[in-house]
């Protein structure tokens, strides 16, 4: 097959998803070994100065629709 007719952002997402995988497994199922090597690999590309805290709700979310509320009990 070649590298024609390779997806390579699926291919890419797939190998960083057996990569942190692997980190999670080698670390005993820990989520600490995760979030270290993510900040390791993401913070650099993060551009910190684009990121905004979004604006609260104007109201509550159960008051926007009472259509997709779940019986409770």
């Known amino acids: 097959m070649g ?6 952002d699926k291919t890419l997402g797939d190998a960083f998803e057996a990569l942190i995988g692997a980190v ?14 993510l900040r390791q690999i993401l913070v650099p590309f993060i551009d910190r100065s684009g990121l905004e ?8 979310a159960a008051a926007t629709s009472s259509a997709t509320a779940l019986p409770v009990g």
């Open 24 to 37: 999670f497994v080698d670390g005993e199922f820990s989520i600490e070994p995760v979030q270290k090597i």
């Open 3 to 8: 590298w024609r007719g390779l997806n390579l």
């Open 53 to 60: 805290c979004p604006k609260p709700a104007t109201r509550p």
